[in-house]
């Protein structure tokens, strides 16, 4: 019993200083100092999402943390978490009801922006302009849309939107990742070149003497 005391106490300690033990990695129990309280990384996600959404969180997902949420933010940082949050302030969907767990999971993975690559919005209006100056995360893109790339610049923008976000999202893990993106291809310009006015005045002269027009 004391031997367990004693482990308790170091854990506490270290915990507190926002280190963890393996055991407690492997189990994602890390504790977090708030206020004089320890709490784990889903219990202090379960405080700021009632402060958020009052009886509202726990009319949907109750007053402690569900096995469902721990599994879908198993491996998301307490960075992440709070990213997803402030994401939430950004979202009009969730202004007045929370999120499930998954759209949670999702607001707080890493948007292209915050990799150095192109804003979602931005990738798409690449991915349907003329334009062969693309970066090559869209190109990538692209490539992995395969035939949905050509009814891309068809669609209308609300569908083109639906169409290329999870594409782009796979994109983003992909760099998430570690993957490798295409090297840039080069931009193709077009010029416009001028008739030469004497060597078709010179054709027509002759095709003219060919047929006996004067």
Same mark, same amino acid.
């Given at each position: 019993?004391?031997?367990?005391?004693?482990?308790?106490?170091?854990?506490?300690?270290?915990?507190?200083?926002?280190?963890?033990?393996?055991?407690?990695?492997?189990?994602?129990?890390? +504790?977090?100092?708030?206020?004089?309280?320890?709490?784990?990384?889903?219990?202090?996600? #379960?405080?700021?999402?009632?402060?958020?959404?009052?009886?509202?969180?726990?009319?949907? +997902?109750?007053?402690?943390?569900?096995?469902?949420?721990?599994?879908?933010?198993?491996?998301?940082?307490?960075?992440?978490?709070?990213?997803?949050?402030?994401?939430?302030?950004?979202?009009?969907?969730?202004?007045? #009801?929370?999120?499930?767990?998954?759209?949670?999971?999702?607001?707080?993975?890493?948007?292209?922006?915050?990799?150095?690559?192109?804003?979602?919005?931005?990738?798409?209006?690449?991915?349907?302009?003329?334009?062969?100056?693309?970066?090559?995360?869209?190109?990538?893109?692209?490539? &992995?849309?395969?035939?949905?790339?050509?009814?891309?610049?068809?669609?209308?923008?609300?569908?083109?939107?639906?169409? +290329?976000?999870?594409?782009?999202?796979?994109?983003?893990?992909?760099?998430?990742?570690?993957?490798?993106?295409?090297?840039?291809?080069?931009?193709?310009?077009?010029?416009?070149?001028?008739?030469?006015?004497?060597?078709? &005045?010179?054709?027509?002269?002759?095709?003219?003497?060919?047929?006996?027009?004067?």
């Amino acid at each position: 019993m004391q031997k367990a005391h004693k482990l308790a106490s170091r854990e506490a300690l270290l915990t507190a200083s926002g280190q963890a033990t393996q055991n407690e990695q492997r189990s994602e129990k890390q +504790f977090y100092r708030v206020n004089g309280r320890l709490l784990t990384k889903m219990e202090l996600l #379960w405080e700021r999402m009632g402060d958020l959404y009052g009886h509202r969180w726990e009319s949907a +997902f109750g007053s402690e943390p569900t096995e469902g949420w721990e599994a879908a933010l198993h491996g998301i940082e307490p960075l992440m978490i709070k990213r997803g949050l402030i994401a939430l302030a950004e979202t009009p969907k969730h202004k007045d #009801w929370p999120p499930s767990a998954l759209e949670f999971r999702s607001l707080c993975m890493p948007r292209g922006e915050d990799l150095g690559l192109p804003s979602e919005s931005e990738a798409l209006r690449q991915a349907v302009g003329c334009s062969t100056k693309k970066h090559p995360a869209v190109t990538l893109t692209l490539r &992995n849309m395969g035939d949905d790339a050509f009814a891309l610049r068809r669609a209308d923008s609300k569908r083109a939107e639906a169409m +290329f976000a999870p594409h782009w999202a796979a994109t983003v893990n992909h760099v998430i990742s570690g993957g490798e993106l295409p090297e840039p291809a080069p931009e193709i310009k077009h010029q416009h070149a001028k008739a030469d006015r004497a060597k078709g &005045n010179s054709f027509l002269a002759e095709m003219r003497a060919e047929v006996g027009a004067s």
